[in-house]
C-alpha cells in the first residue's frame, strides 16, 4: 500500500512539474510572439555572395542569439533562438543580424523559430546566378583574407574580393628606414580565373588625431602588381614597386 501511495505521489508531482514547465513555455511563447521581421541583405544576393538575416523586433522578452542554431534542409533555412531568462520588458526594437552563409542559384526560405516551435518570423529570397552574364575572365574563388609568408613574419596583405569580382588590395611592408608603408593595388583585372594584376597606389594624408583635411591627400601611383594563385589557399604576389622588382609566396593566415 506504501509503494502505492509512493507511486501515485511520484506521478502527481511529476505532472505538476511538466504542467509548469508547460505554462512557462506558454507564457514566454505569449510573450515573444510580438515577432521578428525579418530582412534579408542583400535583398537580390549574386551566386556565392555572403547572405545575411536582419533581424528586427519590439517583442517584450528579449531573445539570447547566443543561444542562437542555425540548419537547413534543402531550401529550408531554420533560426532557433532561446528567450533570455528574466528579461522579459517592454524595450525598443531591436536589431541583430545573423550570416546565412552563401549559396547557389535557387529560392531558399528562412525561418526564426522558439523552443516548443513557435514561429516569430520568416522571409524568402532567390540567388541569381551571374555567371553565365560574364564573358571576361573571372574567379571561380572567393580569395578574401589575410595573407603572408610564414618564413617572413612581419608584412602581410590583406585582400578583399567583391562579388562584382573587384580586388582590393593593401600590402603592408616596410621601407628602407624600417618605417611602416602601405601600398594597394586597386584597381585592377583579373586576365584569368586566377591571375589579377593592376596598378600600386602609396597614399598620404592628415594626421588621424587632428582635424581631418582633404587638401592634405595625395594618392600616387608607385608601380603595377600581379596576384598569381595557384590554388584556393596559396599564390605569388610579384611586383614593381619604386624602382624595385620581386615576387613573394603567400599563403592564407591561419587563426
Not at 176 to 205: I, N, R
Not at 228 to 235: A, P, R
Request: hydrophobic share 40%; with cysteine.
Amino acid at each position: 500500500m506504501e509503494s502505492v501511495k509512493s507511486r501515485s505521489s511520484f506521478f502527481a508531482y511529476g505532472l505538476l512539474a511538466f504542467l509548469l514547465a508547460l505554462s512557462v513555455s506558454a507564457s514566454v511563447s505569449a510573450q515573444v510572439m510580438g515577432g521578428y521581421d525579418v530582412t534579408i541583405v542583400p535583398s537580390n544576393p549574386q551566386i556565392l555572395e555572403p547572405v545575411v538575416a536582419r533581424l528586427v523586433t519590439n517583442a517584450s522578452c528579449l531573445l539570447d542569439l547566443r543561444a542562437l542554431r542555425l540548419s537547413q534542409n534543402g531550401a529550408a533555412i531554420r533560426i532557433d533562438v532561446t528567450p533570455t531568462p528574466g528579461v522579459c520588458q517592454q524595450v525598443n526594437p531591436v536589431s541583430q543580424d545573423v550570416s546565412l552563409g552563401h549559396f547557389l542559384p535557387g529560392t531558399f526560405e528562412v525561418t526564426i523559430f522558439t523552443p516548443g516551435s513557435v514561429v516569430l518570423g520568416s522571409a524568402a529570397f532567390t540567388v541569381t546566378d551571374t555567371y553565365s552574364a560574364k564573358t571576361s575572365p573571372f574567379p571561380l574563388v572567393d580569395y578574401t583574407d589575410h595573407w603572408w609568408n610564414p618564413q617572413e613574419s612581419g608584412w602581410g596583405m590583406s585582400i578583399h574580393q567583391h562579388p562584382s569580382d573587384r580586388l582590393f588590395a593593401i600590402w603592408f611592408v616596410y621601407n628602407q628606414a624600417g618605417q611602416p608603408v602601405w601600398y594597394t593595388l586597386q584597381p585592377g583585372a583579373w586576365t584569368s580565373p586566377t591571375v589579377y594584376t593592376g596598378p600600386v597606389f602609396k597614399t598620404t594624408g592628415p594626421y588621424y588625431g587632428g582635424a581631418f583635411d582633404p587638401t592634405q591627400v595625395g594618392i600616387t601611383q608607385v608601380g603595377t602588381a600581379t596576384l598569381s594563385f595557384t590554388d584556393s589557399n596559396t599564390g605569388t604576389f610579384s611586383y614593381t614597386v619604386e624602382g624595385v622588382s620581386g615576387a613573394k609566396s603567400i599563403t592564407r593566415l591561419p587563426f
